[in-house]
């Protein structure tokens, strides 16, 4: 079974680059076909996709966050990472990562880290 879990600062100010990473257990994050995602939720926006990194290390960013959006992976510890830079407050939110594809028509994940709760704020 595989899990996920988050890392990273809990609080980060205004400008900064909010950076977390995603640590996988119990399978490979280049098994075929794969989709490793960054999602976060707000009381605000709710939940809103950032992007994704696939199975081969390619990478899809949603629109909105790409020009300030980074995921990057390290297949020897089997994790990926999100940068986002020039945070604001409204970034504050519960980061997840999750594998699922963002693609089909909903989107499914089948398997979420626990979350991470980060605060933008001076």
């Known amino acids: 079974q595989v899990q996920l879990q988050q890392s990273g600062p809990g609080l980060v100010k205004p400008s900064q680059t909010l950076s977390l990473t995603c640590t996988v257990s119990?399978?490979?994050?280049?098994?075929?076909?794969?989709?490793w995602n960054w999602i976060r939720q707000s009381p605000e926006k709710g939940l809103e996709w950032l992007g994704a990194?696939?199975?081969?290390?390619?990478?899809y960013y949603s629109p909105s966050v790409k020009s300030r959006t980074s995921i990057s992976r390290d297949t020897s510890k089997n994790q990926f990472t999100l940068q986002l830079s020039s945070v604001t407050p409204e970034a504050t939110a519960v980061y997840y990562c999750?594998?699922?594809?963002?693609?089909?028509?909903?989107?499914?994940?089948?398997?979420w880290g626990p979350g991470i709760q980060v605060t933008v704020s001076s």
């Open positions: 999750a594998r699922g594809d963002p693609f089909a028509t909903p989107p499914g994940y089948a398997s």
């Open positions: 119990g399978g490979s994050i280049t098994t075929n076909y794969h989709y």
């Open positions: 990194g696939t199975y081969t290390g390619g990478t």
